[in-house]
């Protein structure tokens, strides 16, 4: 059975860090991209970041660039999701998924695994 466990969730004030991790088993998802995506309370999901299967491709939404960085170890099926400087604005649930394609996307519909989501909240 599939399962991705998403953790490194909690409480931060605005300007502050947090470091994301998603640990996938029942298979090996090292030729798959994965990806980050964020649901705040009465929006939808949104995309966050994207990485290839191999890690030589990232993508990041506006939004978030030079502030998170996405990376993976496949040796351990992790992915990752360092986030810098934080803002009200990224208060969301995350949620880590996999790929469709060894690419990654930027797409939820390109994405066939997802995890149950760890709250990430920033305060003022």
């Known amino acids: 059975q599939v399962q991705l466990v998403e953790s490194g969730g909690g409480l931060v004030q605005a300007g502050g860090s947090l470091s994301l991790s998603c640990a996938a088993s029942?298979?090996?998802?090292?030729?798959?991209?994965m990806g980050w995506f964020r649901q705040a309370p009465g929006k939808e999901r949104e995309f966050v970041a994207a990485?290839?299967?191999?890690?030589?491709?990232?993508f990041y939404r506006d939004s978030v660039k030079g502030r998170f960085t996405v990376s993976r170890a496949n040796a351990k099926n992790t992915l990752y999701l360092q986030m810098n400087s934080l803002k009200l604005e990224d208060t969301a649930v995350y949620y880590c998924?996999?790929?469709?394609?060894?690419?990654?996307?930027?797409?939820?519909?390109?994405?066939?695994?997802w995890g149950q989501g760890t709250q990430v909240t920033v305060s003022s």
């Open positions: 990485i290839s299967w191999n890690g030589g491709s990232t």
């Open positions: 998924a996999v790929a469709r394609t060894a690419r990654g996307s930027t797409y939820s519909h390109e994405y066939n695994y």
């Open positions: 029942g298979r090996t998802f090292s030729t798959y991209g």
